[in-house]
């Protein structure tokens, strides 16, 4: 089948276009839910979204931090008090189950407009490679075999994320003043009238997503599976039920998930901004024409070795890098025309990932 036919039949959009301006005040009036929105880029991204008039329910298992956060966001000036805070354990169908329904009746028009699928953990155990280490001197020996692994990471990445995925796609379908037939059709419309209502799924891989990380064997694995469910689920999601889907990969940033040995190893290297997250994270949840597309953001590097140095501010993954991926070109972060490059400033180092 001709290509163009399944980019027809998944109604993905165009490439986005990363020059034109972010919409933020296009946020405004949506119900948006953020799993892991306590701290990190979810409560960046709640920060943002509340300033520029959005409704948040929040889920975590910090509660407290959630708590406080719901305060400081009812506090911004010209947000709405329409600012929630519910306990969520991702990795708990129970407990995400709930905390959707509660969602759903918090919400001031009864329906969810934005999920994002934020929460997520490190590896606690760095690679499988060190069982005898965890079990204590001595406690090791060719016949007893290892201890049994903690998979916690996989359980929160990866099996929370696919449920917060299915409840999203239940949800966002039943979202009062929403049709399937508005899928990819700007919010507003060019001829005035009140705002449709979107259904927006948006998942939050990571660069792990395409590359390797070194002894975050589930990480990797888990945000490499949050890739696959992206790619998967955008193949039915918008004709099966008016639901987009768009997938966050982010460069490592220093958030509460990036372990203090990782932070020593990387000391001098280029690292992402939060910032950057949010504005690529706006991008795709207040645009309602992008369907289907992820957007990778980058650190600030140094791509080319003429003389000339350049920011790297935002790789777009145009859909393109999962074919690229698969012809094992994945690592190339520069150099291609869905680069989104400007001159800037220059940086100490150069990160280089493994293919
Ligand atoms: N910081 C980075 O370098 C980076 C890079 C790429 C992708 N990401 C991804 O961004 C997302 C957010 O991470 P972050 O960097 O903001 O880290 P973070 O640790 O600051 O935030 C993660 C949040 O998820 C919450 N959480 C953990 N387990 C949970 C559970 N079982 N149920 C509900 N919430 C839970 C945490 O309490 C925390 O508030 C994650 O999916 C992460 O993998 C982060």
């Keep these: 089948m001709p290509r163009e036919n399944v980019v027809d039949l998944i109604r993905q959009s165009k490439p986005i276009d990363v020059t034109r301006p ?28 509340a300033a520029h008039g959005a409704y948040l329910i929040l889920g975590d298992i910090q509660d407290q931090a959630g708590e406080a956060l719901v305060a400081e966001l009812r506090s911004i000036p010209g947000a709405s008090p329409h600012q929630h805070y519910r306990h969520c354990d ?65 359980d929160i990445n990866l099996v929370g994320t696919a449920y917060t995925a299915h409840l999203a796609m239940y949800w966002l379908a039943r979202n009062p003043g929403s049709t399937a037939s508005a899928l990819g059709r700007p919010r507003t419309p060019g001829g005035g009238g009140p705002p449709h209502r979107d259904r927006h799924l948006l998942l939050v891989g990571s660069v792990a997503s395409l590359w390797p990380v070194a002894q975050a064997t589930q990480y990797t694995a888990s945000k490499h599976a949050v890739l696959g ?64 597309r992820a957007l990778v953001v980058g650190p600030k590097v140094r791509v080319r070795d003429d003389g000339e140095t350049y920011e790297v501010t935002e790789l777009l993954a145009q859909g393109g890098f999962a074919a690229d991926h698969e012809n094992g070109r994945g690592g190339e972060m520069a150099g291609r025309g869905a680069v989104s490059l400007r001159r800037g400033r220059r940086m100490r180092t150069t990160t280089s990932w493994w293919r």
């Design 22 to 49: 972010v919409r933020s005040d296009d946020v405004r009036g949506r119900t948006i839910v953020i799993t892991g929105g306590a701290s990190g880029f979810g409560a960046s991204f709640a920060r943002h979204w």
């Design 229 to 292: 469910l992206f790619r998967a689920l955008r193949g039915v999601a918008g004709w099966q039920a008016g639901v987009r889907v768009n997938l966050l990969c982010p460069y490592i940033v220093a958030t509460g998930i990036v372990p203090p040995v990782a932070r020593v190893a990387l000391a001098g290297a280029a690292v992402g901004h939060v910032d950057a997250a949010v504005e690529a994270g706006t991008r795709l949840v207040a645009d309602a024409s992008i369907v289907g």
């Design 90 to 154: 991702v990795a708990s169908w129970e407990s995400q189950d709930a905390f959707f329904r509660d969602a759903v009746s918090l919400s001031p028009h009864g329906g969810l407009d934005d999920v994002v699928a934020n929460a997520g953990v490190s590896d606690n155990d760095f690679s499988f490679c060190r069982a005898e280490e965890k079990r204590g001197a001595g406690k090791s020996d060719a016949t007893t075999g290892p201890d049994k692994p903690d998979l916690k990471c996989l």
